[in-house]
């Protein structure tokens, strides 16, 4: 069974910074695409970032571009969310995901992930 465990969350002030890790116990392909999604409290869940382990390319929401960077370390099977200039609109919990190959219909939808971490909070005081 295919685990993803985040990690890195925590309180920060606005205009700071954190950085989110997703362990992935398997890279197989069912996850060989990893996004990272955030869920605020009575809204729906939002995507954030996706890398692929095998290429460079990336796709960011609108929200986030210039100020969150995801990255990845295929030996630790790691896929790493840089957050910086936090704004309190980006509390939530993020939750990191594996799903099949990009797909450029659906790649933003959580319904075409498999496998889910356990989520972390991120909470940004102003």
């Known amino acids: 069974q295919v685990q993803l465990v985040e990690s890195g969350g925590g309180l920060v002030q606005a205009g700071g910074s954190l950085i989110l890790s997703c362990v992935v116990s398997e890279r197989t392909f069912s996850t060989c695409f990893i996004a990272w999604f955030q869920q605020a409290p009575a809204k729906e869940r939002e995507f954030i970032a996706a890398i692929t382990w095998s290429r460079s390319d990336t796709n960011y929401a609108n929200s986030v571009k210039g100020r969150f960077t995801i990255s990845r370390d295929n030996a630790k099977n790691t896929v790493y969310l840089q957050m910086n200039i936090l704004k309190p609109d980006d509390t939530a919990v993020y939750y990191c995901?594996?799903?099949?190959?990009?797909?450029?219909?659906?790649?933003?939808?959580?319904?075409?992930?498999?496998?889910w971490g356990q989520g972390t909070q991120v909470t940004v005081s102003s």
């Open positions: 995901a594996g799903g099949p190959p990009y797909s450029s219909t659906n790649y933003y939808r959580p319904n075409r992930y498999n496998y």
